[in-house]
């Protein structure tokens, strides 16, 4: 199944300056991408939504790569992304977009990322604004790295669509000084790990989380 875009937004914050000092490195860059689509099974229930998973797989490319234009050749060090339903959907289709196939293609164009790609999603009317949660790629619990964007699309998702959104950052949050391991020196064992000495969770060889 090929999406029905009807639209894409998108959104860029540079913050220059945080609490009355320059950001390091000049800014600090955001930026997410939103296409509104038409949702095929908006009405109705459907049981069986494998149609929908191939959204994902086109959103996730397409918006992508909108995003790393937005970025100006910037590394992308975190991710995220979103889903409004519009009122005669069900949050199971924004599950069917956001969490099948979508982020394959998100890590692939960014060369990668271990941790998983936060994610939130809601039904509500046009107009409606979103937060997307967005952390470190490699590292979820790198805390320099916890941030959040807005996204508002004023005339979408009208009741038959979805809005699936996408958000990268350049780097950590302007101005980041909370305790916990800088970037460099995560070791990247376990994607999920706190950093910083204040829990720390490993995975057994079975994929089980056993904490010291």
Do not use: W
């Not at 959204?55 to 995003?67: I, K, Q, V, Y």
């Not at 409004?84 to 960014?110: C, Q």
């Not at 409606?128 to 004023?154: G, N, Q, R, W």
């Amino acid at each position: 199944m090929k999406p029905r875009i009807r639209k894409i937004n998108s959104c860029v914050e540079r913050i220059r300056l945080e609490g009355g000092e320059a950001v390091p490195g000049g800014e600090s860059v955001k930026v997410a991408v939103g296409a509104v689509i038409h949702n095929p099974f908006a009405g109705k229930y459907v049981a069986d939504l494998t149609e929908m998973y191939d959204l994902g797989e086109e959103l996730g490319d397409g918006l992508t790569r909108e995003a790393l234009k937005l970025l100006g050749g910037k590394t992308p060090e975190c991710f995220g992304k979103a889903a409004i339903v519009g009122l005669d959907g069900e949050i199971e289709h924004a599950a069917a977009v956001l969490h099948t196939k979508m982020g394959i293609y998100m890590r692939a164009l960014i060369g990668g990322g271990k941790a998983i790609i936060p994610s939130t999603a809601k039904r509500a009317p046009a107009g409606a604004a979103i937060d997307i949660p967005i952390h470190y790629k490699d590292a979820a619990c790198l805390m320099s790295h916890f941030d959040t964007f807005e996204f508002v699309i004023p005339d979408a998702p009208r009741p038959d669509e979805l809005v699936i959104v996408v958000a990268y950052a350049a780097g950590a949050r302007p101005q980041s000084r909370i305790i916990g391991l800088p970037k460099d020196q995560i070791q990247g064992e376990d994607r999920y790990a706190y950093t910083g000495g204040l829990v720390y969770t490993k995975r057994s060889a079975d994929g089980s989380a056993t904490t010291p």
